[in-house]
């Protein structure tokens, strides 16, 4: 079993919807959580960034972190076409404990239709 | 430079060939990783760097792997009589500190061993 799980999807919207996306882990000791967009053919591009359990609120984005169930999700509201991309959960231990180590979900790969 | 840098972003080798990959990281940032991206999978760790110094490198799948930081600013993944399970994207990230997340990843480098 894989320390964070993620749905692979796709998952297909059409423009405005709200999109849920989320992941799963084992690994307690998980400290950071993030969340990375990817599109074809680029590097993962840095979206949320969070510290133990709670919300956080962007723009059109908000993370969720629960730590006690090892759940986090991430919303995105009034979607876009040019949200369409793969987005990436990502997390680490604390400082010390290896945090420099991310481990990834699969991705999730959601299209956005107009 | 502006972002991270890699070079070649595709690369086509022979089984057996040994394979060079580069990494121009953001100018002052003192971490530096690289990271396995195999299709349709979450990016998977491969090495570390602080500077020059090699803290971490846990990720490489064999002693095929090497990389390199000499100076502490550009870095060389060397793969050695490569196998067709080495084809995946390698991705290099790098950040100003060796905190958890927060990193810049750069668009990779495609290899494919045929």
């Known amino acids: 079993q894989k320390e964070v799980e993620q749905d692979p999807g796709p998952l297909s919207v059409p423009e405005g919807a709200i999109v849920s996306l989320n992941c799963t882990y084992s690994n307690s000791a998980f400290q950071y959580f993030m969340w990375y967009r990817q599109y074809s053919r680029k590097g993962p591009e840095l979206l949320m960034y969070?510290?133990?359990?709670g919300n956080k609120e962007d723009g059109r984005f908000t993370a969720q972190v629960d730590k006690s169930s090892k759940y986090i999700s991430l919303f995105i509201r009034d979607s876009q076409p040019s949200d369409s991309a793969t987005y990436l959960c990502?997390?680490?231990?604390?400082?010390?404990?290896?945090?420099?180590?991310?481990?990834f979900g699969q991705g999730t790969r959601l299209t956005i239709n107009p | 430079g502006a972002g991270v840098s890699q070079s070649p972003r595709y690369k086509v080798a022979k089984r057996g060939q040994d394979v060079a990959l580069r990494c121009d990281p953001i100018s002052g940032h003192v971490s530096l990783f690289w990271y396995q991206q195999a299709l349709g999978q979450g990016p998977e760790f491969l090495t570390y760097?602080?500077?020059?110094?090699?803290l971490d490198k846990s990720g490489l799948p064999s002693d095929r792997f090497f990389a390199e930081r000499p100076e502490g600013s550009v870095s060389t993944l060397k793969i050695q009589r490569t196998q067709q399970e080495d084809s995946a994207v390698y991705l290099c990230a790098s950040s100003w500190g060796g905190g958890a997340g927060g990193y810049t990843f750069g668009s990779g480098t495609r290899l494919t061993v045929v």
């Open positions: 969070t510290y133990s359990s």
């Open positions: 760097f602080q500077n020059e110094a090699q």
């Open positions: 990502a997390m680490s231990p604390p400082l010390g404990q290896g945090a420099q180590k991310l481990v």
